[in-house]
């Protein structure tokens, strides 16, 4: 790492984050409140994880899908009181996801509202998540503490991370602040991207590798598009997932990537974006696997793109 702060909000594409710890409010997320005793079993018949199983000390990364598997939403949803549920999810799309599940509420005695006035969410990453949860919180783990909750995101550069949510009115989290900027690099550097509006409705969950990192349960009931989803798990091949990339300028969500073998014809698409040192960008972005194995891949601006290891495994791997 060079000589920048620590607060920098721009970082060497391959920098480590385990010199960094700190803090940062997300206003880029907001919270979705499902309140009554038939919230669990609704969660269940919209979601592809099973809310039903959920156990206290467990959150869930979920996907909303519509009724041809591709996803509307992405949330890390977990419960917050004997009979409600909070699903974090990226704030741009909050409304209509709102609107949408409301349409599905029909008989069941469940609430839904826009809780997101009502709470704040920080970022965490690695000293600040050992002092504010002690050294254990694993990945989707949840934690109570006091008035806030913690749970334990998939790491970056093997740097623990977590949510923090607490009433607004409550004291801000313990540590140092941390710029927005390497919170996005770590987001990326995760591997697990949150799904914001311009990407709704263009990717089926394994797209975003959702299925590699908890994000689907292929045990559970009917939700939309589970018949879509499980399709392409047994019985199809997965042709597009989830790649780090790498590029010398900035990229843009939506920007597509072309291969150098068919350069008329987009081979993928730019999903999540974080800024890298001099003006470089890191970046999660769906690709064709195909593409990823031999040629060269860039924009068509002629920006070069190169790809990076994803920190897990994928489930056809394992």
Same mark, same amino acid.
Request: proline fraction near 6%; charge should be negative; glycine fraction near 10%.
């Given at each position: ?8 909000? !721009? ?27 038939? !919230?669990?079993?609704? #969660? ?15 959150? *869930? $990364? ?23 549920? $909070? ?13 949408? #599940? ?65 009433? !607004? ?59 879509? +989803?499980?399709?392409?798990?047994? *019985? ?5 997932? !989830? ?45 064709? +696997? ?19 290891? #994803? ?8």
């Amino acid at each position: 790492m060079n000589d920048r702060s620590p607060n920098s909000t !721009a970082l060497q594409a391959d920098a480590p984050l385990s010199a960094l710890d700190g803090v940062v409010r997300l206003s880029h997320l907001g919270v979705i409140r499902a309140q009554g005793i038939d !919230a669990a079993s609704f #969660l269940q018949g919209q979601l592809s994880q099973d809310f039903v199983l959920l156990k206290p000390d467990q959150a *869930r $990364l979920a996907a909303y899908c519509s009724a041809k598997g591709r996803m509307l939403a992405s949330f890390v949803g977990f419960q917050h009181s004997a009979d409600g549920f $909070l699903l974090v999810c990226s704030a741009d799309l909050l409304a209509t996801t709102l609107k949408r #599940l409301g349409m599905f509420v029909l008989r069941a005695k469940v609430q839904l509202s826009d809780a997101s006035a009502d709470f704040q969410i920080w970022g965490c990453i690695g000293s600040a998540v050992h002092a504010l949860a002690g050294n254990n919180l694993g990945v989707l783990a949840k934690r109570e503490l006091e008035s806030a909750t913690m749970v334990g995101l998939h790491p970056a550069a093997g740097q623990v991370r977590a949510l923090w949510l607490a009433p !607004a009115e409550a004291p801000a989290p313990l540590g140092s602040p941390l710029a927005p900027g390497l919170w996005a690099w770590g987001e990326v550097q995760s591997g697990v991207a949150t799904l914001s509006a311009p990407l709704v409705d263009a990717f089926v969950p394994q797209m975003l590798n959702f299925e590699s990192v908890g994000g689907v349960n292929f045990k559970k009931g009917c939700y939309p598009g589970q018949e879509v +989803v499980a399709r392409s798990q047994f *019985r199809g091949v997965i042709k597009r997932r !989830a790649f780090i990339v790498h590029a010398n300028a900035p990229l843009l969500p939506t920007q597509e990537i072309f291969h150098d073998g068919e350069p008329e014809q987009a081979c993928g698409q730019v999903v999540q974006v974080a800024s890298a040192q001099d003006g470089a960008c890191v970046a999660i972005a769906v690709l064709q +696997v195909t593409a990823t194995e031999s040629g060269n891949l860039s924009t068509s601006g002629g920006t070069l793109v190169s790809l990076m290891p #994803l920190p897990y495994p994928l489930l056809e791997d394992i």
